[in-house]
């Protein structure tokens, strides 16, 4: 019913910037809540940035003061513009949202990942 998908995704360079877009396509009527988490490997999922309909953002105190989570609600789309990148950034990035279908089925989405390196 619905689909993800994420881009932006790359290596960089410690220090640099990459902006991450996830766009949600399909039978939707509304969005809730749209986020990022990540996993590095051999470490749990983690929350990144989540931002709701309402206009409440939560960031996670690692990325507090150079991540910026935003939308565009037109286009069922959220960014991720990372600033300051550091190594420990390095890992899967993946897009979450919560959607009310058309139908008015009421779920969590998720996106298949995109790959962030960053080096020294």
């Known amino acids: 019913q619905v689909q993800l998908v994420e881009s932006g995704g790359g290596l960089v360079q410690a220090g640099g910037s990459l902006t991450l877009s996830c766009t949600a396509a399909?039978?939707?009527?509304?969005?809730?809540?749209m986020g990022w988490y990540r996993q590095a490997p051999g470490k749990q999922r983690e929350l990144v940035a989540r931002?709701?309909?309402?206009?409440?953002?939560n960031y996670a105190d690692s990325v507090k003061d150079r991540f910026t989570i935003s939308i565009n609600n037109t286009k069922n789309t959220v960014y991720l513009q990372m600033n300051s990148l550091k190594p420990e950034d390095t890992a899967v990035y993946y897009c979450?949202?919560?959607?009310?279908?058309?139908?008015?089925?009421?779920?969590?989405?998720w996106g298949k990942g995109t790959l962030v390196t960053v080096s020294l």
């Open positions: 399909g039978s939707i009527f509304s969005i809730y809540a």
């Open positions: 931002i709701t309909s309402g206009g409440s953002i």
């Open positions: 979450n949202q919560d959607v009310l279908t058309i139908t008015r089925s009421r779920g969590n989405y």
